[in-house]
């Protein structure tokens, strides 16, 4: 996969990813929306509940000064006689009102009231209202009698002076209309903090809760006309608040919310897992590209010296010449072996990871698999003027190993050492003790190593990236090797490097008490 396809399925990917998000979040904004216009539908049907409450408690209010009065007068009191009485509660009052009717009509002089009179009125005002605007749904039998009808109005009258008279800061508590708010709400589920407030002619009265507070967004606070008189129209307001509204109405939705974001969440991770996966398999190209040419240029160097020395040999110069005739086949050995070592090194990297190599560990002495290693590398280091000094201080040594597989692993090591030597290299070679343990370190004054590098250097086909150069021969097996092996002893391997000042192995192997 080149760099710009690349690029374009990361960006569609992420695009879709973010898509997806931003759908999820305008549902959820749409979903809120949605339940606020239905929680204030809900409420204010709720208020319209509670204000036919309070209307019916000042009707029975209304009733109890009537009946004293009648009870008072020994007959039914009209408008005026019950004045009297209302200023005796309020005693601030000095000048009578009575309100007009402003209808012409004959006057009953028999007009009473009963106490199903009043709450049938309350009740046929507050179905009224409720069915206000809906064609056709009039009381036929209220409205039949023309008689009651005018009871009706004038016992409209007669609540409106008793309501100026007596506010309902005068007949009803703070406490009771919260409870009476408080048991509405929980009979329709609707479980919130609430704060609330009458109002009369726009102004406070002493009905309200302790922590209302004005807020300039008129959606914020519901309100509804309460106490109103037969033509609809009231000095009083009901408003009511919230203020964890929104936190109640996402609770709404936090049964099919959460089940978006854990949904959004597998779409996340599985888009990381999915773009980890790319980048993986961009690597892995990268590598098996540099691997190809690796490897094709270790094959083509021997290739070339095999053909070299056979066009060599088949010269009648040096065909009857045999010392250099066996100096060439020498040669072309050598060089086979070397490719041959090289296929080998790959499947054993196969075997090991299909379990399929055998490993037998005996008991042996690690000073001595160090002497056989560094015995194999010995001609290389002098070849190259370099130096290997040993600090083997370790007492305990007997470790269980397979000694053919062990020696291979310091030999990869001891040869990384040389390779990675920009000029005479100078290795050390080191043993000791930690507890039950003897620690292998192998140093080297090479080229070093960056941070990122050490944690890749012992996968598979794995080299750092060097463009075009083959400096340093190789193809990233030898460390996938010595990992495999060295874990397969049960024994840990891990680097210490910085770039320019060298490297060091080390491995901990446990001991055989």
């Not at 979040?25 to 929306?33: A, D, P, T």
């Not at 009808?149 to 002076?161: C, E, H, P, T, V």
């Not at 110069?317 to 072309?332: A, C, N, P, S, T």
């Amino acid at each position: 996969m080149n760099k710009t396809r690349f690029r374009l399925l990361v960006f569609f990917m992420s695009l879709s990813l973010i898509g997806i998000i931003l759908v999820q979040l305008y549902w959820v904004n749409s979903s809120l929306k949605n339940n606020d216009e239905q929680f204030r539908y809900h409420i204010q049907g709720i208020l319209d509940k509670v204000t036919n409450k309070l209307e019916e408690q000042e009707a029975d209010e209304f009733y109890k000064t009537y009946v004293k009065a009648k009870d008072s007068l020994g007959g039914n009191p009209n408008r005026n006689d019950l004045v009297p009485f209302y200023v005796q509660e309020d005693g601030s009052r000095r000048k009578p009102i009575i309100y007009s009717d402003n209808v012409t009509r004959e006057d009953y002089s028999d007009v009473f009231f009963d106490k199903y009179r009043v709450d049938n009125f309350v009740r046929r005002k507050s179905g009224s209202k409720a069915s206000a605007g809906q064609e056709g749904s009039t009381d036929k039998k209220a409205g039949a009698d023309d008689r009651e009808r005018w009871f009706d109005f004038q016992l409209a009258g007669f609540l409106k002076d008793y309501r100026e008279y007596n506010p309902p800061e005068k007949w009803v508590s703070k406490d009771k209309v919260e409870r009476i708010i408080r048991n509405e709400l929980e009979q329709n589920e609707v479980h919130t903090p609430f704060e609330f407030a009458i109002y009369r002619n726009q102004m406070p009265t002493k009905i309200k809760s302790d922590n209302l507070k004005y807020d300039p967004d008129p959606g914020s606070l519901l309100h509804h006309n309460v106490f109103t008189d037969s033509d609809g129209a009231s000095a009083y307001v009901l408003v009511i608040s919230f203020p964890q509204k929104r936190v109640f109405l996402f609770t709404q939705l936090v049964g099919i919310t959460s089940l978006s974001i854990i949904f959004t969440l597998i779409i996340i991770i599985a888009y990381l897992s999915a773009i980890n996966q790319l980048i993986k398999q961009k690597q892995i190209s990268e590598i098996k590209t540099d691997f190809i040419n690796n490897m094709t240029h270790e094959f083509k160097t021997p290739i070339a010296t095999i053909n070299l020395a056979l066009d060599a040999i088949k010269s009648p110069k040096i065909f009857d010449d045999k010392e250099k005739v066996q100096r060439y086949l020498q040669m072309i050995r050598d060089e086979n072996k070397r490719m041959h070592a090289q296929v080998e090194n790959v499947l054993q990297i196969s075997r090991l990871e299909k379990k399929e190599l055998e490993i037998v560990k005996e008991q042996a002495d690690i000073h001595d698999i160090l002497d056989i290693a560094i015995e194999h590398v010995n001609l290389i280091i002098e070849a190259s003027h370099g130096s290997l000094t040993r600090h083997l201080h370790a007492q305990r040594t007997t470790v269980l190993l397979n000694d053919v597989h062990f020696t291979n692993v310091l030999v990869n090591i001891l040869d990384n050492a040389i390779k990675y030597s920009p000029d005479q290299p100078v290795i050390e070679v080191a043993t000791e003790n930690v507890k039950d343990f003897v620690l292998i370190k192998i140093k080297d004054n090479g080229l070093g190593m960056s941070k990122n590098v050490q944690k890749k250097i012992f996968e598979k086909f794995y080299r750092e990236h060097t463009g075009d150069l083959h400096n340093v021969k190789g193809h990233g097996l030898g460390l996938a090797y010595v990992k495999r092996i060295v874990e397969d002893h049960n024994c840990h391997i891990y680097v210490e490097s910085e770039k320019g000042k060298g490297s060091t192995f080390i491995i901990k192997m446990p001991l055989i008490n």
